[in-house]
């Protein structure tokens, strides 16, 4: 199997449902001459011609009000945004026309696209560049949210979100596009709402998704040398959300962490742990505890910004906790 | 300015209230003393009023809701002002369980005609403790009167067959986890394999089987008992007579006397009444014991911890059977109202009592009680002290017996038998003795009752 990188993971699915299917095209800005901001979309103009790779203004809210169009008359349009944190000025086209409207026509008009784009912090660039979306559209009926932490997590769940005849949030992270693994060549396609064991363990229950899995494998790591045995949980789609996997994993280890980049108020953790509670409150020995990013917007300094976001360190002194070793 | 008030101390023992009925509601103004709320303690229904006026902004407990002592009701002000910090407030105060203020300031109705009533002191050890339904109840609970066990240290004690009771928690605040649960059952935790094998236990007859015995409250499912909740007056009563039990060094002074002139003076006092009521045994009783104590007031007293009370005023506590428990309903200075009067208070307070419509200060502040069993058949018995008094005299019933008098000869008496119980600690027994002697005379010479 090739070892690859995340962001060649993204563009083989691309390219593949590209070949796949003609009615799949990708939209956004400098997706096509430019070769993609995060070049995720390399080659994909010389391959599928102007016809299916679009380079439009800097406007989301239009080119994905054009996107839902094309959607409503039957084709597969994958709208990049350069950050999700642009997603903000087109949020009304995902949530008000994307999400509701095969129910508003009565089920006449499907709506399968894709947005994507990174989502959450990246290394230095502020504020308004490093916010986590995952609650925002999770909120939404009618959307489905992803969250891929491999590469072929990436591909496999990108080629299943362009087959989905439902608008599909599908976020990815920059710090994760150049970080490489195996990914199967060809059909490889990874199914929404099934959860992924990355570390079986016995003690403890560490959920997390998109870059933070990486992050708490390493503390899962580091704890296992404290003789602490973590199970770490990786839900990749968030909405469909596999509430059952986490439920058989904490009645396994009767403790909770949960690590989200977001911010902790009304964060996807808080709904996890409320279904948790509900699910398996007499197999849990302490409250479900959460990690997340620190109340504030992101600061530039890099040394606040290591600060805010959930370190190791976070993480296992989270684990020490519902262990009661603190 | 508003703020929030409190569930006031409208009795002396309650610990907490069911909140019955609203009479106000959210927006109306309020004067001082107007009825807010009704509310029903340990003792009786109780009018809840406040001493301040303005505006009911926010009533925070539904009816029929049961309220700590001292947790918040309502929140008082002026009309328009923002309350959302206070209602912030109240809800963590509520969350958090009883407030420690001790809120009688703000309860004129309870407390102003308390003044020359004897401390009646809330029994010491008193937390409520709520049973978990079908778990084991702590006997030493950790703060806040409950035990504290993790949902998953209950649920493999259930399994394991371990008495949480016995299971030292070490979790934040005492809290029993997980592996409290296994050192005390001496396993070894297997984590892979605990979790399936509790869900296959928890049924309801496993989860009985391994209660350990002890007065909890298990819900009955096999039809051979009923458990029916504590009432909060059985709740006090338990509490009260526990600890006097425990706490007082009892001794019993056991006296009869010739009852036949009682009997003879009662009838013709009833006579003389007409139709206008009847006086009682009980009635004459309670004068008796009233100028008994007068004449012995080392018997009228009380043991404070680090000092004696001796009561300057007589009030007697009359021990009344109703169908949800005891009630002492207090005859004050019964040694100066006349016969006709102790008779018609002592019906009054009765009937009322059966209707719960005593006040507080009617069931409190009693110097001395009595206990009369006669009228149930019973010979003689002992009673409890009723605490903080010194003493509680145990009447029986007047038995018809051969007597040998003075000259040898024997003949037919009515004999009465009394039982004081006292309190070592502030009577002894010679005091006791002549509190006896003295009723004797007085009773058996009945016409003094009347001087």
Redesign the interface.
Known sequence: MPIISYREALNAALREEMQRDETVFLMGEEVGHYQGAYKVSQGLLEEFSERRVVDTPIAELGFSGVGVGAAMVGLRPVIEFMSFNFSLVAIDQIINHAAKMYQMSAGQFHIPMVFRGPSGPAVQVGAQHSQSFESYYCYVPGLKVVCPSTPADAKGLLKTAIRDDNPVVFMESELLYNSTGEVPEGEHLVPFGKAEIKRAG??VTLIAWSKMVEVVLEAATELEALGIDAEVLDPRSLRPLDIDSMVESV????RCVIVEVGWSMCGLGAEIAFQLQREC??????PVERVTSDDVPMPYAKNLEQEVMPQVKDIVAAVKHVL?LD | MAQIIGLPKLSPTMEEGVLVRWVKQEGDEVEPGDLIAEVETDKANMDFALEDEGVLLKLLVEAGATVKLGAPVLILGEAGEDISELLVEAQNQLSAGPAPADPVASAPVASAPAASAPAASAPAASAPVTPVASMPVATTPASGGRLLA??????LAIELGIDLRTVTG???GGRI???DVRAVAGTAPQ??Q???Q??AV?SGETALAVIPPGPLAVPGNDGEYVDKPLTNIRRTIAERLTAAKRDIPHFRLTTSFEAGPLLAFRKRLNELMGGKGKVTINDLLIKGIALALRRVPDANVAYLGNAIRYFTQVHIGVAVALERGLMTPVVRNADLKGLGVISTEVKDLVGRAKDRKLKAHEITGSTFTISNLGMFGIDHFDAIINPPEGAILAVGRIVKQPIIDDDGKIGLGQRMTMTMSCDHRVIDGAVGARFLDELVELLESPESLAL
């Open positions: 016995k003690e009645k396994k280890t009767g409150l007499d197999y849990l020995d302490a009661y | 993790s949902p998953l240290a209950k649920t070490s979790g934040p986890v997980e592996r984590a892979a605990t979790a399936p509790a869900a928890l």
